[in-house]
T-cell receptor
Framework: GAVVSQHPSWVICKSGTSVKIECRSL??????MFWYRQFPKQSLMLMAT?????????EQGVEKDKFLINHASLTLSTLTVTSAHPEDSSFYIC?????????????FGPGTRLLVL | DAKTTQPNSMESNEEEPVHLPCNHS???????IHWYRQLPSQGPEYVIH???SNVNNRMASLAIAEDRKSSTLILHRATLRDAAVYYC??????????????FGKGTKLSVIP
């Protein structure tokens, strides 16, 4: 099946700094990628939908100026958490939609655990 | 968005079949039924999906009710590695032909050795 990677797998940063998380589709092109956030013992919450070459669409309640998304190529999307605070500590997961498979399937990355001190 | 209802948790003995139910009474005609599972500290893993007909793959089978208001994920022989949270999700297009997935709480499956 299609493979999606994320980097880094975990990151610890100081409050007020910015953190960039990369999401790559390794063996397929993804015109659409999705970013989710998951707090402990909770389900995944969709943050934004990222389309290659255009602005991301953010879910209600997600600040677009705080969570910057760039989808500059068909295999890479980045999420930058700007001026991170302890409440941004979470498990961030990306997914990518594989159009070539002909299936309506999203493949998920392994996630990035962010801890803001 | 169409919602799904799943039991919070289920248990199964190892090597036995598992039937995970999902109710989706407000499903629309264009909604696909997807199943994903998530192991601890990992991203979700695609299991199976279908529209109207029953589906089989190497991981599982998906049985869809004739009225499409419910479905059942079938693991034919549960192993310890199948212990995970299983999500039943309805997907619909959300612009540019992209299907959004809305995750509920899922069913936590425990497999007893």
């Amino acid at each position: 099946g299609a493979v999606v990677s994320q980097h880094p797998s975990w990151v610890i940063c100081k409050s007020g700094t910015s953190v960039k998380i990369e999401c790559r589709s390794l063996d397929f092109q993804a015109t659409t990628m999705f970013w989710y956030r998951q707090f402990p013992k909770q389900s995944l919450m969709l943050m934004a939908t990222s389309n290659e070459g255009s602005k991301a669409t953010y879910e209600q309640g997600v600040e677009k100026d705080k969570f910057l998304i760039n989808h500059a190529s068909l295999t890479l999307s980045t999420l930058t958490v700007t001026s991170a605070h302890p409440e941004d500590s979470s498990f961030y997961i990306c997914s990518a939609r594989d159009l070539s498979s002909g299936q309506e399937t999203q493949y998920f990355g392994p996630g990035t655990r962010l801890l803001v001190l | 968005d169409a919602k799904t209802t799943q039991p919070n948790s289920m248990e199964s003995n190892e090597e036995e079949p598992v039937h995970l139910p999902c109710n989706h009474s407000t499903i629309s005609g264009t909604d696909y039924i997807h199943w994903y599972r998530q192991l601890p500290s990992q991203g979700p893993e695609y299991v199976i999906h279908g529209l109207t007909s029953n589906v089989n793959n190497r991981m599982a089978s998906l049985a869809i009710a004739e009225d499409r208001k419910s479905s059942t994920l079938i693991l034919h022989r549960a192993t310890l590695r199948d212990a995970a949270v299983y999500y039943c999700i309805l997907s619909r297009a959300a612009g540019a032909g992209s299907y959004q997935l809305t995750f509920g709480k899922g069913t936590k499956l425990s497999v007893i050795p």
